[in-house]
């Protein structure tokens, strides 16, 4: 009988330890075989209620320069915000940037906050749809035009802007780009 607690302990410092370096993909991946032998006894998932720990971060499958004068953006969920030390989490409202006067300005239902524009990121973006005429561009490293449109469906992903322009950083479901007269697609 004590040996089986032994055992018994000894499993679960194991899973314990494991979770600490391995995290819980680590855990899932190591005792998945076990688990899945349990799950059928016991008709639960043993491991079903840890942590499911940080996703790994994809790589950005888009990147979009813009150069415009002025720019706004108009999220589709909420979004998170970064200038400096301010970290505005679950933003809900419009986004205004104003390259040549270098400033940055948020807009809610209930609120505007107007500050300088030195670097602002946003993260957790997602747009349905980003319109844009006769906005300078780039897309590294093969495409730049001084002047084009552009339309952007289902991007996700962040953006940062500073006094240079905007950056987008993400997948989206498709864009569309027209230079001097030749429309083109990507994505």
Known sequence: MLDWK???ASLVALLVISSLFLGAFGIQDFFGGIAEQIGRYT???PLANLPAGDAPEEEPTLTLVLRPASFALTPSAPATIRSGETVI???????????????????SKDIQIA?????????SLRLARLQ?????FSLPPDV???????????????ATATPEG?????????LSFTIGGNTYQRV
Request: proline residues 3%; hydrophobic residues 45%; without cysteine.
């Open 43 to 45: 008709g639960a998932d």
């Open 6 to 8: 032994i055992l018994a």
């Open 132 to 136: 844009a005429e006769a906005v300078p």
């Open 115 to 123: 500050f300088p524009l030195v670097s602002v990121e946003v993260t």
């Open 89 to 107: 989490s679950g933003f809900a409202g419009d986004m205004a940037f104003s390259f040549q006067n270098q400033t940055a300005t948020l807009r």
């Open 166 to 174: 905007l950056t987008l950083e993400g997948s989206a479901d498709s």
């Open 144 to 158: 730049a035009a001084d002047e084009g449109a552009l339309d952007l469906r289902g991007f996700s992903g962040r």
